[in-house]
């Protein structure tokens, strides 16, 4: 999925063998929906050669959830965004739930280039400065649940609001927290595409808490949020 996986667990007599189910099913899920391999069936989708109908069952699954979360933001998350086919804004975090159910472990961390989805705890999540390797923005103790990020510092400019075609102006980076990593993940993403007017949408939220940066220094958050410290106005400017 061109990202790192890792796997923390906190019980000394976990058997590291049964993390391999976990890493399997990731592999499959990556032949499937991988948007760089010719051969995956999201390639062949949005080429025209495999019809939706032929699809395997959890791509058909995928693809209705992605619809759902486009008519609940309104557009702003799109699995067709920059015109191809390319779920990964929901399939990573629906993929990583699975892998965490497969562990069987109880005090679990998986961390899916920075989203997590936590089981057992509390864990402390460290939320990274959106312009600063060296900084943290937010500090969070959760008590399983899921952690998203959706910001440009990994991959640069990647995101994209559907409904224009452009990158979203006035955001550095919108995180949030849920039950679920899946759709916190398309939230985050959906979030960040809104521009600065990601911080009321996420406002409406139920079940879900987020924090905002914003490129003039604010950072916005969610009454439910629970990060501590988070920045100082401008300092995530600075």
Same mark, same amino acid.
């Given at each position: 999925?061109?990202? #790192?996986?890792?796997?923390?667990?906190?019980?000394?007599?976990?058997? #590291?063998?049964?993390?391999?189910?976990?890493?399997?099913?990731?592999?499959?899920? %990556?032949?499937?929906?991988?948007?760089?391999?010719?051969?995956?069936?999201?390639?062949?989708?949005? !080429?025209?050669?495999?019809?939706?109908?032929?699809? %395997?069952?959890?791509?058909?699954?995928?693809?209705?959830?992605?619809?759902?979360? @486009?008519?609940?933001?309104?557009? !702003?998350?799109?699995?067709? !965004? &920059?015109?191809?086919?390319?779920?990964?804004?929901?399939?990573?975090?629906?993929?990583?739930?699975?892998?965490?159910?497969?562990?069987?472990? @109880?005090?679990? /961390?998986?961390?899916?280039? &920075?989203?997590?989805?936590? $089981?057992?705890?509390?864990?402390?999540?460290?939320? @990274?400065?959106?312009?600063?390797?060296?900084?943290? /923005?937010?500090?969070?103790?959760?008590?399983?649940?899921?952690?998203?990020?959706?910001?440009?510092?990994?991959?640069?400019?990647?995101?994209? %609001?559907? @409904?224009?075609? $452009?990158?979203?102006?006035?955001v550095l980076s919108v995180t949030v927290t849920g039950p679920e990593l899946a759709? !916190?993940?398309?939230?985050?993403?959906?979030?960040?595409?809104?521009?600065?007017?990601?911080?009321?949408?996420?406002?409406?939220l139920g079940g879900y808490e987020a924090m905002t940066v914003l490129e003039d220094g604010r950072v916005l958050s969610t009454s439910g949020y629970r990060g501590r #410290?988070?920045?100082?106005?401008?300092?995530?400017?600075?």
């Amino acid at each position: 999925m061109g990202m #790192p996986v890792t796997a923390r667990v906190r019980d000394p007599a976990f058997d #590291p063998a049964a993390l391999d189910p976990a890493f399997a099913w990731l592999e499959r899920v %990556d032949a499937l929906f991988s948007t760089y391999r010719p051969g995956s069936e999201i390639r062949r989708i949005d !080429a025209g050669t495999l019809a939706l109908a032929d699809a %395997d069952p959890l791509v058909r699954g995928v693809l209705a959830r992605c619809e759902a979360l @486009r008519r609940a933001t309104a557009g !702003a998350f799109d699995a067709r !965004a &920059g015109g191809r086919l390319d779920p990964s804004g929901y399939v990573k975090g629906w993929a990583l739930e699975r892998a965490a159910a497969l562990t069987g472990a @109880r005090e679990l /961390c998986l961390d899916g280039g &920075g989203d997590l989805v936590l $089981r057992g705890g509390p864990w402390r999540v460290g939320i @990274r400065h959106p312009l600063r390797r060296d900084r943290l /923005c937010s500090v969070l103790e959760v008590a399983g649940g899921a952690v998203a990020t959706s910001a440009t510092y990994e991959r640069g400019q990647h995101i994209l %609001d559907p @409904r224009t075609g $452009r990158p979203p102006r006035g955001v550095l980076s919108v995180t949030v927290t849920g039950p679920e990593l899946a759709t !916190a993940d398309a939230y985050a993403t959906a979030a960040f595409a809104m521009g600065a007017a990601g911080p009321a949408w996420t406002a409406s939220l139920g079940g879900y808490e987020a924090m905002t940066v914003l490129e003039d220094g604010r950072v916005l958050s969610t009454s439910g949020y629970r990060g501590r #410290p988070p920045l100082a106005a401008r300092a995530a400017a600075a």
